[in-house]
């Protein structure tokens, strides 16, 4: 069965010592722009690995061209970092302030005091996270001053493959939309990119095998990329490479693939190479991998929040449109809240009659947990039905409200351009 559908198992102990032995090594542009935000002793020992079978190095012209493109960025994010922290310790003071503010006449409450200690306790973390900004190594912008360009210029220096040309690109791009409406991997998960952008990882993919055919080579792809039209996920874990990928590459140039994440690919050096790598620089990799997993999350709920309000902008926008239906719409939804909001007191009432006959503490607990949830429903409820009053006061000044809400949606569709690659939907 392996000689017929081998491309889902992944390879043999043989097949692994055979790759490991002689296969090019080449890595992906995230994991370069990485080095980045590694400390420079973690960025030392992986390029101390690199070093060692640096006969083997070899990068497509696509991810040197990516590299080259977003390192400012990465730079710049750093510095970006600092300064949104201390904006939030900033911001997060404010707001305790103005909470405490309730308490003003509460005598049982030392307002002074609360602010006082929050206020030290502020500018402490404040101080301390400018003076971690302060101690941040400055990155140049200048590339013949940055030192971790200058690694990776010197590692792949000779390494990096020729560009294709702008006819096969132009195919290779008509192709891609093809593929991606297929959702044939890699890269259908950037379909939601701006053009050629969204192309980024299929023409990676085809310089990387035509490299691989050119050279009679297998290749070892190291990659921080770990969507899944790139990777074979079932129940939320990794298993290995897509089969599809790996029999595309077996078929387009009679060799073998195999990707590793960074931290996959370091403890197999270790074990191949001898080499010296730190539990430290392990603990950052994972630090980041986390981190970054957590900001494609954050991201993507993000994309699922703005899509929802172009949604609902744009209903306001019809039903403006429509008067008459916008306001019958309006009225009706009023009048099942309403109807709520009379069905919610009947049983709150019911459930404070219980109470008052209630001797048992625990079903006096009960009790008011229930009678609590209940409030929290009506006040949901009264806020749902002052929306509708306003809606249907903004529909009575539809000039205005138009005006406000094609601006609102033309903002909300420009916050969606950056955040739709991240949409799960």
Request: charged letters at 25%.
């Amino acid at each position: 069965m392996r000689s017929t559908l081998g491309h889902f198992y992944p390879p043999t102990g043989a097949e692994f010592e055979h790759l490991w032995a002689g296969a090019a090594i080449v890595v992906d542009t995230n994991v370069l722009l990485d080095l980045y935000r590694y400390s420079e002793a973690s960025r030392t020992e992986f390029a101390a690995v690199l070093q060692t079978v640096c006969d083997r190095l070899w990068i497509p012209h696509q991810v040197a061209l990516e590299f080259h493109k977003n390192r400012l960025n990465v730079i710049d994010e750093q510095v970006s970092a600092f300064n949104s922290v201390i904006k939030n310790l900033s911001s997060a003071q404010a707001a305790f302030a103005k909470d405490m503010g309730q308490f003003r006449k509460n005598e049982s409450v030392d307002v002074a005091k609360f602010l006082s200690h929050h206020q030290v306790m502020s500018d402490d973390l404040i101080a301390m996270v400018s003076a971690a900004k302060e101690a941040h190594p400055h990155v140049p912008h200048n590339m013949d001053e940055d030192t971790t360009a200058i690694l990776v210029t010197a590692l792949f220096d000779g390494r990096v493959g020729e560009p294709f040309e702008d006819g096969r690109m132009k195919k290779l791009y008509e192709d891609g939309a093809k593929r991606y409406q297929s959702q044939i991997p890699p890269g259908y998960r950037d379909s939601k990119k701006p053009e050629p952008q969204r192309y980024g990882d299929l023409v990676l993919w085809m310089q990387l095998m035509e490299h691989a055919s050119s050279n009679q080579k297998d290749v070892l792809f190291i990659t921080g990329d770990d969507k899944e039209d790139w990777w074979r996920q079932e129940h939320g874990k990794t298993i290995g490479p897509r089969p599809e990928l790996v029999q595309e590459f077996k078929n387009q140039t009679g060799h073998q693939v195999h990707f590793y994440s960074l931290k996959q690919f370091l403890s197999r050096a270790q074990e191949e190479f001898n080499a010296n790598i730190s539990q430290s620089t392990y603990d950052e990799v994972e630090s980041l991998s986390v981190q970054h997993e957590s900001e494609r999350l954050n991201w993507s709920l993000s994309a699922a929040r703005v899509r929802s309000q172009i949604r609902e902008t744009s209903v306001r926008l019809a039903l403006l449109d429509s008067p008459r239906m916008g306001l019958l719409s309006s009225a009706t939804r009023m009048a099942q809240i309403e109807e709520e909001l009379r069905s919610l007191e009947r049983s709150k009432s019911r459930l404070a009659d219980s109470l008052n006959g209630a001797d048992d503490p625990a079903e006096q607990d009960a009790l008011t947990e229930k009678i609590l949830g209940l409030q929290a429903d009506i006040d949901r409820a009264i806020e749902a039905y002052i929306d509708e009053q306003e809606t249907q006061a903004s529909i009575a000044d539809s000039p205005s409200e138009r005006k406000r809400l094609n601006f609102q949606l033309l903002e909300l569709k420009h916050e969606y351009e950056t955040l739709a690659p991240y949409d799960i939907v």
